[in-house]
C-alpha cells in the first residue's frame, strides 16, 4: 500500500474509533459517525473500477485498509461495503450508496428463477449470518442462476431480517428472500464470493494481530510484578515470541490474500491463507490474553475488541478445517511428484495481476 | 507488527527466475532419478561430493558472488530458487551447503583479497567443503562462554581448546574456527574474540584431533575437535582481531532465514501424500493441507527475507522468527502424518514411508537445536521487540 494511504487511514481510524465508539458499538449502537468519516474518504469503494465509483486503488491497497481498520477494531462493515460493490460492478450493476453487505457467508440455499425477459428475477432463501444484514442499504446476494451464477442487488426493506450477533456483538443477521430483485449475470459463483470473503477476513486477522502484538508489548513492558516489568521474565519473553511470530505468519498470509485476490481467487492459495490466519487468530488470541492476565479480561481494557473479532472472522467464509480440506484435497491431488510444483505456483506475478485485470475489464 | 519485525514485500519471481527453476527441475529429474525417498529424507545432510561439483559447474553455487570470485553475479532470488528446488528434490546439499550459505559470504564480508581469491571460486566450483567451530563442552548457547583460545606466537598464532557438534569436520576443506585472542573481559563478553580460517587438510593430525559423534540414530555427522597447540600462520585471521562476536552473529540472518529451515520434513510430507492418495479421508486432507499452508506462508516469509538480505539490510530478526516458526512446522510434521498415515517408524525399513518416518523421527529432534535453539531463537525475538 502507498505509505500516504495507509498513513492517512492510519490517522483517521486512530482519531475515529475511540474506546467510546468501540463501546457504543458493543452495546449495540450504530457508529454513524465513524461509518460516515470513512465513507468521506471513498474507501468503502476501494475495490471498484474507477468506472464504477473507484479511485483507482490496487487490491493491495484495498486489502491494505482492511488492515488497518481491523487493527483499530474499526466496528463498522468496510471489507463488506467494499465486498458487494464489487460484487456488484462486476456484474454490471449499478452501486448504491450507503452500507452494503454480501450473502452467503455460510452456505444455505438461495436460488434465483425467472428469466429476466421483461419481468424481475425472483430471490428467494435464506442467508445465514449476514453482517450487518439490518444496516446495509442493499444486500449483494450471489446465487445460481438458470444458467449459472448472478448477483442479485437486494435493496433495504424487501427481506425479512432475524437480528443475531457475532461474538464481537457485531450484528449477523439472517434474512429471508422471497421476491423480485435486480440482478446481472456474475463471474463471481458462490465459491468464489467464499474466497474472496475468506481473503478480507484473512486481511483482519492480520490487521488485529499486528494491533495486539503491540497492544502486548506495551503492556508487558509496563506492568510490573515481582519487582520488575513482566516483559523481563523469560517465560513471556518466549510467549512473545510466539505471538510475533504467529503475527508475522499472518501478515504473509494477508499478503498471499490480497495477491490471490487481484489473480483472480485461486481457492488453494486464499485457502492456505485463511486457514493460516485462522490458527494464528487462535494462538495469538489465546497467547495475549495469558500474558495480561485479569486486565485482559474485563470491559474496560481494549484487547476483548480485538480478540472477540478474531474469534468472529476465524469461522467465517470458511474455517481452518473447511479451508485446510481444501489446500489438502489440492496437494493429494497433485500427488507426491507434483506437490512442490504446486506449492511454488502459489507465488503471483505481477504480470499474472496484470493479467488477471484485464480480463476483469473484458 | 513492530518496526524491528517488519517484513518487506519479497521481490515478486520473474521470467528469470522461473526459468531457472525449470533448469533445476529438469536437473535434478535426471541427476536424482535414482535417489531414493530414504536416501532425499536426509535433506541438506545427505552429502555428495560429485552432486556437488555438478551443481557447480551448473553455476550453482556462490550464485550471488562477483565473478572474480567465481561467482554468478545473480539475484538472491534466484539463488533462493535453487536452494528451494534442491531441498524439495532432497538433493545431497550438504557437502557445500554450509560453505555457500554462511561461510562464503563471511569471506566475502570480511576476507583478505588473498583468501577471497584462493577459496572462494573453489566452494563456487563445488570443491571446497567448510565446517563451523562454535560449540564447545561448556559453550553451547552461550557462545560468548567460548574458552578455545589462540595466543600469538612468532609468525602466528598457537590454538587450544575444543570444539563439539562440529558437522562435517572429518570431511571439511576449511574451518571457521570462533576463539578468544585476549582474556575473558569482566565489562564486555563480547569482547575479544576473533574468527580464523583453517586448513583442516593441513589442521588434523597435526594439533587438531577430529573423533565422530555418533547420534542417536547411529550416524556420524558430528564431531569432536580437539585443539592442541595447533599452529595457524598469521594469514589465518578472518576479519578483524577482536571483531569475532560482530563477524559471527553477522552470519545469522544467512543461516538461520533459507529454506533449510521449513523443508527438512518435505520428503516426509511427499511421501504421505503419495501413501495416502486423493482419496485419503478428510482428516487427512484436513491436516495435511495444514502443512502445506504453513509451508506456503514460510515460504512467503523466508523469500521477503532474501530480498532484505539482497537490499542490504540486516534481517537477523527476522531470520530467527522464519527459522523458529520453520523448526515447529518441520517437527509437526512428523508428529501429524504418523497419526494420519498410522504408519510405525522402521528406519531401513523395505517399505518407504515407514522408513522415511523413523529417519525423521530420529533427527527432528535437532531441527530446533542446530543453527540456534528455539529459547535462544525466542530470545533474540523477544530483545527484538524490546522487552530485553
Redesign the interface.
Known amino acids: 500500500m502507498s505509505d500516504q494511504l495507509a498513513d492517512s487511514a492510519e490517522r483517521l481510524f486512530a482519531s475515529q474509533v475511540s474506546k467510546t465508539v468501540l463501546q457504543a458499538a458493543d452495546g449495540g449502537h450504530w457508529p454513524a459517525a465513524l461509518w460516515a468519516a470513512v465513507e468521506d474518504t471513498g474507501y468503502t469503494a476501494a475495490l471498484l473500477p474507477e468506472e464504477s465509483g473507484g479511485f483507482g486503488a490496487s487490491a493491495a491497497e484495498a486489502f491494505g485498509l482492511v488492515r488497518v481498520a481491523a487493527a483499530h477494531a474499526a466496528p463498522i462493515p468496510l471489507a463488506e461495503t467494499m465486498l458487494a460493490g464489487w460484487l456488484l460492478a462486476r456484474a454490471g450493476l449499478p452501486v448504491p450508496a450507503g452500507i452494503l453487505t454480501v450473502a452467503p457467508v455460510r452456505r444455505g440455499p438461495l436460488a434465483l428463477s425467472g428469466t429476466g425477459q421483461g419481468d424481475a428475477w425472483h430471490l428467494a432463501g435464506t442467508a445465514a449470518r449476514v453482517p450487518w444484514g439490518r444496516q446495509a442499504a442493499a444486500i449483494a446476494v450471489v446465487a445460481e442462476g438458470p444458467e449459472g451464477p448472478m448477483v442479485a442487488c437486494v435493496p433495504a426493506g424487501s427481506f425479512a431480517v432475524a437480528e443475531g450477533r457475532s461474538v464481537a456483538n457485531e450484528p449477523r443477521d439472517a434474512l429471508t428472500f422471497d421476491g423480485p430483485v435486480t440482478a446481472g449475470r456474475s463471474p463471481i459463483s458462490p465459491e468464489q464470493l467464499r474466497a474472496a470473503g475468506a481473503s478480507l477476513r484473512t486481511a483482519q486477522m492480520a490487521g488485529a494481530l499486528s494491533r495486539i502484538l503491540a497492544v502486548c508489548v506495551a503492556y508487558v513492558q509496563t506492568r510490573v510484578q515481582f519487582g520488575r516489568p513482566i516483559g523481563k521474565f523469560q517465560a513471556i519473553q518466549q510467549n512473545m515470541a510466539v505471538l510475533a511470530g504467529q503475527a508475522a505468519a499472518a501478515g504473509a498470509a494477508a499478503d498471499l490474500a490480497a495477491d490471490a485476490f487481484a489473480a483472480g481467487l485461486d481457492p488453494f492459495v486464499v485457502g492456505a491463507a485463511k486457514a493460516r490466519a485462522g490458527e494464528a487468530a487462535s494462538i495469538v488470541a489465546g497467547l495475549a490474553h495469558q500474558v495480561h492476565g485479569a486486565i485482559g479480561f474485563t470491559q474496560e481494557y481494549e484487547l476483548h475488541h480485538l480478540t472477540r473479532r478474531l474469534w468472529a472472522w476465524r469461522d467465517e467464509f470458511g474455517n481452518e478445517a473447511e479451508w485446510n480440506a481444501l489446500v489438502g484435497r489440492g496437494a493429494l491431488a497433485a500427488g507426491a511428484d507434483g506437490l512442490w510444483a504446486k506449492i511454488t505456483d502459489t507465488m503471483v506475478t505481477d504480470a499474472m495481476i496484470t493479467g488477471a485485470m484485464i480480463t476483469d475489464a473484458a | ?2 518496526n524491528a ?1 517488519a ?1 518487506a ?1 519479497p521481490p ?3 521470467e528469470a527466475t ?1 526459468r531457472l ?1 525449470a533448469e533445476v ?1 529438469a536437473f535434478v529429474a535426471a541427476e536424482l532419478a535414482d535417489r531414493t525417498p530414504q536416501q532425499r529424507a536426509a535433506s541438506w545432510s545427505g552429502r555428495d561430493r560429485a552432486f556437488s561439483r555438478k551443481m557447480g559447474e551448473r553455476g550453482w553455487i556462490g550464485m550471488t558472488w562477483p565473478r572474480q570470485y567465481g561467482g554468478h553475479e545473480r539475484s538472491a532470488l534466484e539463488r533462493y530458487v535453487v536452494l ?2 534442491m531441498l ?2 532432497g538433493a545431497p546439499v550438504g557437502y557445500h551447503w554450509v560453505a555457500d550459505r554462511q561461510s562464503g559470504p563471511n569471506l566475502l564480508r570480511n576476507g583478505t583479497e588473498e583468501q577471497r581469491a584462493a577459496i572462494l571460486p573453489r566452494i563456487a566450483a563445488g570443491e571446497c567443503s567448510f565446517c563451523i567451530g562454535m560449540s564447545e563442552p561448556d559453550s553451547g548457547s552461550d557462545l560468548a562462554a567460548a574458552r578455545t583460545r589462540a595466543q600469538r606466537v612468532q609468525g602466528g598464532w598457537l590454538v587450544n581448546g575444543t570444539k563439539v557438534w562440529t558437522s562435517g569436520a572429518h570431511e571439511a576443506d576449511y574451518m571457521i574456527l570462533f576463539c578468544r585472542t585476549e582474556a575473558k573481559s569482566d565489562t564486555d563478553r563480547h569482547a575479544g574474540a576473533s574468527q580464523f580460517l583453517v586448513d583442516m587438510t593441513k589442521a588434523r593430525g597435526a594439533g587438531m584431533t577430529v573423533s565422530p559423534i555418533i547420534d542417536m540414530r547411529g550416524e556420524h555427522h558430528f564431531n569432536e575437535v580437539a585443539i592442541q597447540d595447533l599452529f595457524l600462520p598469521e594469514d589465518a585471521i578472518l576479519g578483524r582481531e577482536g571483531d569475532g562476536w560482530k563477524q559471527v552473529t553477522g552470519e545469522l540472518a544467512y543461516e538461520r532465514s533459507g529454506p533449510d529451515r521449513f523443508l527438512s520434513s ?1 520428503t516426509l ?3 504421505a ?2 501413501a ?3 482419496d ?1 479421508p ?1 482428516r ?7 502443512l ?10 523466508s ?2 527475507v532474501a530480498g532484505m538480505l539482497q537490499a542490504g539490510e540486516d534481517p537477523a530478526l ?1 531470520a530467527a ?1 522464519v527459522k ?2 520453520g523448526n515447529v512446522l518441520e517437527q509437526e510434521t512428523v508428529e501429524v502424518i504418523r497419526l494420519v498415515a498410522d504408519v510405525e517408524p522402521e528406519d531401513e525399513a523395505a517399505e518407504v514411508l515407514p522408513s522415511v518416518l523413523a529417519h525423521l523421527v530420529l533427527t527432528a529432534p535437532s531441527f530446533s537445536l542446530r543453527g540456534g535453539t528455539r ?1 535462544i ?3 533474540m ?2 530483545r ?5
Request: without cysteine; glycine residues 8%; positive net charge.
Open positions: 507488527m513492530q519485525l517484513f514485500p515478486p519471481p520473474s522461473e527453476r527441475r528451494e528446488e524439495a528434490a518435505f510430507l511427499a511421501e501424500v503419495r495416502l492418495g486423493p485419503a478428510e487427512a486432507a484436513v491436516a495435511l493441507g495444514r502445506t499452508s504453513h509451508i506456503i506462508a514460510l515460504r512467503r516469509l523469500r521477503s527476522q522468527l523458529d516458526l529459547e531463537l525466542r530470545g525475538i523477544a527484538g521487540l524490546g522487552l530485553r
